[in-house]
């Protein structure tokens, strides 16, 4: 049983619009398809995503490499972070922080961002019978569904480690990080396949 994980492509930052509202740069559309043209994909049976746009848009581009449909998956939306526009050195201070494990109050609880994007992937896995399955989600609420998963906490270099598109392949079967990021990490299939 296989996991794909990927953080959605490179956005047009705009300041004056939330960043949950931002798309994809033109860029970041070609890097989604090219990531999806890579290979290595077989069998996915669903791509899984954030409503958001910019994740939304990831996955469609992906899709129209693969031919693989679209499900919308709200537990899969960005670790919500109130803080409005943060110019990028303040954003990574803040954020990396956070995910060390210092409290914010503009931040989703942690443990709670953790189960929803964990119960999301496990229903997904669930509903594909034992197929493959691609979730599209953000670097955040990646970074923190990956830290239950290898058991440990991980923080800024991790998450400044995944890059915009990138893709992780979970062999749950194995218990490991098969390739991507976080390749070769232990994981806890069990907390996403009963009976693991």
């Known amino acids: 049983m296989l996991l794909y994980a990927v953080r959605h492509a490179q956005v047009a930052i705009r300041p004056a619009v939330p960043p949950e509202e931002w798309h994809l740069s033109v860029e970041g559309v070609d890097a989604a398809r090219a990531l999806a043209s890579e290979g290595g994909w077989e069998g996915v049976a669903a791509l899984h995503h954030s409503p958001e746009p910019k994740t939304a848009e990831t996955a469609a581009a992906i899709s129209a490499v693969l031919g693989v449909p679209l499900v919308p998956a709200p537990g899969l939306r960005e670790l919500r972070m109130e803080a409005g526009f943060l110019g990028a050195d303040v954003f990574e201070r803040r954020v990396g922080a956070y995910l060390e494990g210092a409290p914010d109050p503009a931040f989703e609880d942690y443990a709670a961002a953790q189960r929803r994007g964990l119960a999301c992937a496990r229903a997904a896995l669930a509903a ?63 907390l996403l396949v009963a009976g693991s």
């Open 128 to 190: 594909a019978g034992g197929q493959p399955i691609a979730i599209v989600s953000h670097g955040r609420l990646l970074t923190a569904m990956f830290s239950a998963l290898c058991g440990e906490r991980l923080g800024t270099a991790a998450w400044r480690s995944i890059r915009m598109p990138d893709l992780s392949v979970v062999d749950l079967a194995a218990g490991r990080v098969a390739r991507g990021f976080f390749a070769g990490r232990r994981v806890r299939a069990g």
